[in-house]
Structure formats: structure tokens, C-alpha cells
């Protein structure tokens, strides 16, 4: 491994650059997403006072009292909007809850589709309207960025720039806010958050407030992910990975408890899950399935696949 455990790409090379300096681009994403699955970002546009007052709020959320925060739960929503209160969730693989609560932020629908009716209206807080307005506007940075990564990806892929375009339009994605409070006693051998891949097609995280993350190597080794100073840390989702017949790589990550001195010392973390809409067709693409690589999976839609997801780390019965 370099001294970096992912390389980092700049967007703005990608988004306003020369041909020259958007094909370079295009090789080095590519590259990364095949052959670790996770990538830092510089310049992805996402203004750092935007993250910066989203962050303070959502710090304000956690510190309200249970009672509070529990009337923003939907009971039957697995989770998918407003909040999820410690412990609810866990990896696939593993029946211990991972040491954390979260809420959650999804789509606004955008003109006359018919989309509208499979989504869940969002959760507005009362008593910081602040933390859900800029919660939206950061989702729509975050879409905005991602968008210009799949344009990237479609052209690594020969798939032609636009190929994601429609099939992410309105899409089911979620912005989250992650809070790992203190920890006050031995876990039981549950950490932070237990090793998973993601879901969706690209998860897109801004810097976590404490260190923690941490991904599986080819050689079976976890390594520190530390994003520079002002880095959005991206990484592939299953979906991506199945559409592409594993040719692009969602790889295993979790996060692990700090030293105990740290144990006071919450983390709070802002992932973006991208997700298409759930017509999808997950169908392996024909130009990533040979010889070496034979059909790993069958067909299936994004709805399809996110609803099997959901029930095998506990969020859906």
C-alpha cells in the first residue's frame, strides 16, 4: 500500500477540465473502484459551509433528550426517514446491533412523476427546522457530485456518459446522519459499526468528526481510511458491483471503537447512499461478463434487491 490507503482524484478535472485531464480522470476512478472500491475526492463542490452548519445541527439533534428524538421514529418505515434510535442495527453477518443511532433524509420528489407515491414524506424536526432544511440542500450537493462520479464511471464503463442519468433521476438515495455516542461500558463484542459493504450504487461520505473507518485489503488486511483536510471519501455499492459482474469492487469496510481513552469521545458521520430508482434493471452488463469472469448473478431490479438488504441487517421485517 502507498501511504495513502486510497488515491485521490480531483472532480473539478473531470467537471471543467480538458479532454486530456477528463480522460485521466476517467482511468484513475476507474481503476480505483476496480481495484480497491473506494477513492478520495478533492473539489466535489459540495460548499464546506454547507457540511460544516448540517454537521453542527445534526450535533444539536443527538444531544436532545431520547424522549425527543423518539418522537421523530416512524414505526414501519424501516428506518428509511426521520430517526433510528441506538442499537436498531446491525450488519448482514453479525446479530449484534451496532453501536449507533442515525436519522435520515430522502428524496424530494422533482416535477409530475410518478415516483412520488413510493417514497415516504421526510421528518421535519420542530425544534431545529435548520437541521432538516440544510439536510436537503446538502442531498441535493451530494446528488449533484455523484451524478458527475456515474458520468465518470459510464465512460470507464463504455456505457456512454449518460447512462446513469435517468436511472438515478428521483432516485431512492438517502443522506444519513450517523451519532456513535460515548462508550461507557464493554461492548459485547459489538463495535462501532461491524464490517458490511454498502447497498446502493456509490456511497459519498464527508470526513467523519473522529477516525475510525477502516477497509478489507486484497491481502486481507484493514486499513486506516483518513481523508485529507476537505476530501469526500467515496466508495462502490453492491448494486454497482452486481451490475458490473464484480468488476468494480464494493469492498468490506467497517468502524472500529477508538482507544479506550478516546471511549468519551463521540463520532458523528455523514454518508450519502446514492441509489437509482428502484426499476433498475441490476441485470450484469454484458461487456463485463467473459471467459475469466463468468455471470455471477441473476437478474434483478434495484427495488427488488434494496427490500432483501433492508431485511437482512434488521431495518424490515
Known amino acids: 500500500m502507498p501511504d495513502r490507503a486510497i488515491p485521490a482524484v480531483d472532480l473539478s478535472r473531470f467537471v471543467h477540465g480538458s479532454a486530456e485531464e477528463r480522460a485521466q480522470f476517467v482511468e484513475t476512478l476507474g481503476k480505483a473502484f476496480h481495484e480497491i472500491g473506494f477513492v478520495a475526492v478533492r473539489n466535489h463542490g459540495i460548499p464546506k459551509e454547507l457540511i460544516d452548519g448540517f454537521y453542527a445541527r445534526a450535533k444539536e439533534f443527538f444531544n436532545l433528550p431520547i424522549t425527543t428524538k423518539r418522537r421523530y421514529e416512524v414505526p414501519g418505515l424501516a428506518g428509511q426517514r426521520g430517526y433510528t434510535s441506538f442499537g436498531k442495527e446491525h450488519a448482514k453477518q453479525s446479530k449484534v446491533a451496532d453501536l449507533k443511532e442515525f436519522y435520515q433524509i430522502g428524496q424530494e420528489v422533482v416535477g409530475d412523476d410518478p415516483i412520488r407515491s413510493e417514497y415516504p414524506e421526510n421528518v421535519s424536526v420542530d425544534e431545529l427546522p435548520e437541521f432538516t432544511d440544510l439536510g436537503h440542500q446538502l442531498y441535493r450537493a451530494f446528488e449533484k457530485g455523484g451524478a458527475e462520479l456515474l458520468r465518470a464511471i459510464a465512460i470507464y464503463l463504455d456505457l456512454g456518459e449518460n447512462y446513469f442519468d435517468d436511472k438515478i433521476h428521483n432516485g431512492n438515495s438517502i443522506l444519513r446522519a450517523i451519532h456513535y455516542p460515548p462508550i461507557t461500558q464493554e461492548p459485547d463484542s459489538a463495535i462501532r459499526a461491524e464490517q458490511h459493504e454498502d447497498i446502493n450504487l456509490i456511497t459519498l461520505l464527508v470526513g467523519a468528526s473522529a477516525g475510525g473507518l477502516q477497509l478489507l485489503t486484497k491481502e486481507d488486511k484493514w486499513v486506516a481510511v483518513v481523508p485529507e483536510e476537505g476530501e469526500l471519501v467515496i466508495n462502490v455499492g453492491d448494486m454497482l458491483q452486481r451490475l458490473t459482474n464484480n468488476y468494480l469492487r464494493s469492498t468490506t469496510h467497517r468502524v472500529v471503537n477508538p482507544p479506550r481513552e478516546e ?55
Open 263 to 317: 471511549w468519551h469521545i463521540p463520532r458523528l458521520s455523514i454518508p450519502f447512499f446514492l441509489h437509482p430508482r428502484s426499476t433498475m434493471d441490476l441485470t450484469c452488463l454484458e461487456n463485463c461478463v467473459t471467459d475469466d469472469n463468468p455471470l455471477a448473478y441473476e437478474p434483478i431490479t434495484a427495488g427488488e434487491y434494496l427490500d432483501e438488504r433492508l431485511q437482512e441487517i434488521g431495518l424490515k421485517k
